[in-house]
């Protein structure tokens, strides 16, 4: 079973930039389409990224293209978010997973944009 773990949140003020990381603990992970998915406080959990195994293939939400970008080293077993020009609403919980959300989820991790 692949574990997911996220990081590199951190509270940052409007206008600021972050890096998300997410690490997968088996190589399975190098041939799956991966994605990341936010959950604000009170709001259900809703799609941000997805990548294909290949990178050859994006995909985002309107809400944040031209904003965000995603890349994933499968090197390192590793999926990338990228997240410039953080805006308020952008706070949430961020997670990781396949697409369809076929993997156990990690524990997320927090960005707070906050002036």
């Known amino acids: 079973q692949v574990q997911l773990v996220e990081s590199g949140g951190d509270l940052v003020q409007p206008g600021g930039s972050l890096r998300l990381s997410c690490a997968a603990s088996?190589?399975?992970?190098?041939?799956?389409?991966m994605g990341w998915f936010r959950q604000a406080p009170g709001k259900e959990r809703e799609f941000v990224a997805a990548?294909?195994?290949?990178?050859?293939?994006?995909w985002y939400s309107d809400s944040v293209k031209g904003r965000f970008t995603i890349s994933r080293d499968n090197a390192k077993n590793t999926v990338y978010l990228q997240m410039n020009n953080l805006q308020p609403e952008d706070t949430a919980v961020y997670y990781c997973n396949t697409p369809t959300n076929v993997l156990p989820w990690g524990q997320g991790t927090q960005v707070t944009v906050s002036s």
């Open positions: 088996r190589r399975t992970f190098n041939i799956l389409s």
């Open positions: 990548i294909t195994f290949n990178s050859t293939r994006l």
